[in-house]
Nanobody, 126 residues
Framework: QVKLVQSGGGLVQAGGSLRLSCAAS????????VGWFRQAPGKEREFVGT????????YYADSVKGRFTISRDNAKNTVYLQMNSLKPDDTAVYSC???????????????????WGLGTQVTVSS
């Protein structure tokens, strides 16, 4: 079982950048996929992107492609979500999630993931 510890987030102006972190506690991310999701007020939680830890491959939602980047730091056992060119529509609570994945398939559904971080608020002002 893995525990996810999130950090980062906050308030930024439109066009600015933020970086979120998701660290594994209790075990490594080896053989896991780590996804990022967000939920805006009154909306359902939506997929942002994911990384397959073992091979470093990433996959993004169309709404963030080209602006957001997911990366990993093996030494720190941490996944990052770098968010650039932020827009007011990006305002949401962002959560990281993890699941064991024996394959290279990407998982983009909420129910695909077993472990969740507590979430962190990102607010983009216009």
């Amino acid at each position: 079982q893995v525990k996810l510890v999130q950090s980062g987030g906050g308030l930024v102006q439109a066009g600015g950048s933020l970086r979120l972190s998701c660290a594994a506690s209790g075990r490594t991310f080896s053989n896991y996929a780590v996804g990022w999701f967000r939920q805006a007020p009154g909306k359902e939680r939506e997929f942002v992107g994911t990384i397959i830890w073992n091979i470093g491959s990433t996959y993004y939602a169309d709404s963030v492609k080209g602006r957001f980047t997911i990366s990993r730091d093996n030494a720190k056992n941490t996944v990052y979500l770098q968010m650039n060119s932020l827009k007011p529509d990006d305002t949401a609570v962002y959560s990281c999630a993890a699941r064991v994945t024996p394959s290279s398939w990407f998982h983009d559904r909420v129910n695909d993931y077993n472990y969740w971080g507590l979430g962190t608020q990102v607010t983009v002002s216009s």
